[in-house]
């Protein structure tokens, strides 16, 4: 997988740590001359991740909706920029210039794009997964709410057809090789 579509935060204000492990994941982008393919800001984990994988030497493409712009919050770091009307452009670009993504902490623009994902997985649109990064467990109730939502049989099939979970940058480093 050389394209690794990355969903994350745009809040600068979380803990430390989250920022330590978006750092630690987009040196290692950056090392195995991977393409990080994200939402474009600069802010939050999404700058982060950027300017780490960027200084390692990755190709860096921003998804970027004519909001952000108008704000003024795109990264100076892009090496291609795809300027998308709004959030389900963005969504579907992101998906399909992606070999796979990566769901990092963050709040309900993050869900929105892994349930995209999911979803359009779920009935047969694609095969790309989502690998949850469950830094500090931080995934862990979405992920029991899954479970409960495949045991009720509100879901046909397995979760692992469409989302795998990585607990450490180990593990998510085999699954993204």
């Known amino acids: 997988?050389?394209?690794?579509?990355?969903?994350?935060?745009?809040?600068?204000?979380?803990?430390?740590?989250?920022?330590?492990?978006?750092?630690?994941l987009g040196a290692w982008l950056?090392?195995?001359?991977?393409?990080?393919v994200y939402?474009?800001?600069?802010?939050?984990?999404m700058e982060c991740i950027a300017k780490a994988a960027k200084e390692q030497g990755a190709f860096i493409m921003g998804i970027v909706?004519?909001?952000?712009?108008?704000?003024g919050a795109v990264s100076d770091l892009l090496d291609v920029t795809f300027r998308v009307d709004n959030l389900s452009e963005r969504k579907d670009t992101m998906l399909c210039e992606s070999d796979?993504?990566?769901?990092?902490?963050?709040?309900?623009?993050?869900?929105?794009?892994?349930?995209?994902?999911?979803a359009s997985a779920s009935i047969g649109y694609h095969t790309k997964k989502v690998i949850f990064y469950n830094?500090?467990?931080?995934?862990?109730?979405?992920?029991?709410?899954?479970?409960?939502?495949?045991?009720?049989?509100f879901a046909r099939k397995p979760w692992d057809n469409f989302c795998l979970v990585a607990n450490n940058i180990e593990e998510l480093k085999e699954q993204l090789k």
């Open 100 to 118: 796979v993504l990566v769901a990092l902490p963050g709040g309900v623009g993050t869900l929105d794009e892994v349930f995209h994902v999911m």
């Open 65 to 71: 909706p004519t909001k952000l712009e108008e704000r």
């Open 135 to 153: 830094v500090n467990g931080f995934w862990d109730d979405l992920l029991a709410l899954l479970q409960r939502m495949r045991e009720q049989r």
């Open 1 to 24: 997988m050389e394209r690794i579509g990355i969903f994350c935060s745009a809040a600068d204000d979380i803990e430390a740590v989250y920022f330590e492990k978006a750092q630690e």
């Open 39 to 45: 939402g474009g800001a600069n802010l939050g984990l």
């Open 30 to 36: 950056g090392e195995n001359k991977k393409t990080l």
